[in-house]
């Protein structure tokens, strides 16, 4: 593993040279080591805070919920939100409201808000336009529907593929030249390579990297910024995968989308959008439904929307109850595998009176 100094000098210039049009950088490896960054941008003043009880919710639940997970070795935050109050904080481990760390796969509900985005701007044409229109290698039955359901038909093993994808010199053109055993729409297989072309579809049809088309158009509209987002050897945004952003920038995605792609009194995210991500689109597995890059799970009778990042990034929606709740866990040199099913159901949701 390279010193922390060696990654740090990597990812300043990475950063810097983001569309800077000169030569094809070339990352160490697909996924990042996972460092902490700081926040530099103090949000208080962004957020109305007060006590669980204001807003209908059971303290002594909740801290029973941040002590079980507190216990695992990995815990960075827990953050409990409802009627757009920040209701519960509490951090693990060294970690503060201003550390900001890889989301991993959460970033993906991150990618489907920018498609949803440039649609609406007439960028893309629709969900049914054929990906090939942008990316003329590609099959030319695969439309970026099936990407962002994860139905491409691509032959891809996730922590798997990525180890081999990234030895080639032009990622995208890795990915796909990989076999597309199935018919695109009729197979579930969750795929980072899918959204990868996302971002490459996203540079084409907007003229921006991915990552300057959020900023842009979400995370500047919503009040939060990453702190570092990824890119591949030709300097396409990593798609779903190498974002940091702190446990509150997390939260307040999970408010854009609780309240319909409204922040700020302003439609940021188009309301049927919101809509359509939060409908079940396909079935990965039994008590799994997946949506528009949201997963979507029956908790305590309760429909809970959710962003999914290894290890146990999570931004859970829950619109009967008004609420968002966030988690977020060290995967720099750990291996988690955090799901907090039965902290929502045993403790947090049933903390809301």
Known sequence: MKSMAALLAGFVMSVTAEGSGKAPISPASFYEDNPTYTDKVNDDASWIQSSPESVGLDSKLLKKASDAFG???????????????????RYFHGTTKSSSNNIHSASKSIVGAAIGIAIEKGLIRSLDQPIADYLPR?????????????????KWTEDSTEYKIEKKPNWIDAILALPYPDKPGT??????????????????ATGQSLAAFARANIFSRIGIMDEHWGQDPQRISSGGYNVYLTAREMAKFGLLYLNGGVAGGKQVVPAYWV??????HISPRPGSEYGLLFWQRNIAGHEVKFAWGYGGQLIYVVPSLDMVVVFATNTRGLDPNFEADALLKDYILSAAK
């Open 187 to 204: 197979k579930w297989n969750y795929s980072t390579g899918n959204t990868h072309l996302l971002s490459a579809i996203l540079t084409k």
């Open 138 to 154: 590609a099959r030319g039955d695969i439309t970026i529907r099936h990407l962002v359901t994860h139905s491409s038909g691509m």
């Open 275 to 280: 809509e359509d991500s939060f409908r079940r």
């Open 71 to 89: 216990k695992k070795s990995y815990s960075f935050s827990m953050l409990v939100v409802r009627k757009n109050i920040l209701a519960y904080e």
